[in-house]
């Protein structure tokens, strides 16, 4: 069974910082790309960013500059540094492990965590 906890989220003003930790447990960390998505109200789940196995790391363009993602295999944890939060990435969001496909695409991940609030406040 595998289980992704996620914790870090919550209430910032515009400009601030956070961390998000995503806490793997029941697989093989190391061997798999971890991404972090995004939801929005009424808004379809986004990719935000995610790292390899080899630490090569991805982002979509709205957060490049601004977000770190990073991971530490000896601890099965992934991170997603947040800096020059912005209303707009008001957001639960969510860590995932990859299966098969496409590292943008939410289809691509096979276990989910169950999210965490962030509230980016103007």
């Known amino acids: 069974q595998v289980q992704l906890v996620e914790s870090g989220g919550g209430l910032v003003q515009a400009g601030g910082s956070l961390r998000l930790s995503c806490a793997a447990s029941g697989r093989t960390f190391s061997r798999y790309f971890m991404g972090w998505f995004r939801q929005a109200p009424m808004k379809e789940r986004e990719f935000v960013g995610g790292i390899s196995r080899s630490t090569n790391t991805y982002y979509a363009d709205s957060v490049k500059g601004r977000f770190t993602v990073s991971r530490e295999n000896a601890k099965n944890t992934v991170y997603l540094q947040m800096n020059s939060l912005k209303p707009e990435d008001t957001a639960v969001y969510y860590c995932?492990?990859?299966?098969?496909?496409?590292?943008?695409?939410?289809?691509?991940?096979?276990?989910w965590g169950q999210g965490t609030q962030v509230t980016v406040s103007s």
């Open positions: 995932a492990s990859h299966s098969l496909g496409s590292y943008y695409d939410t289809a691509s991940f096979n276990y």
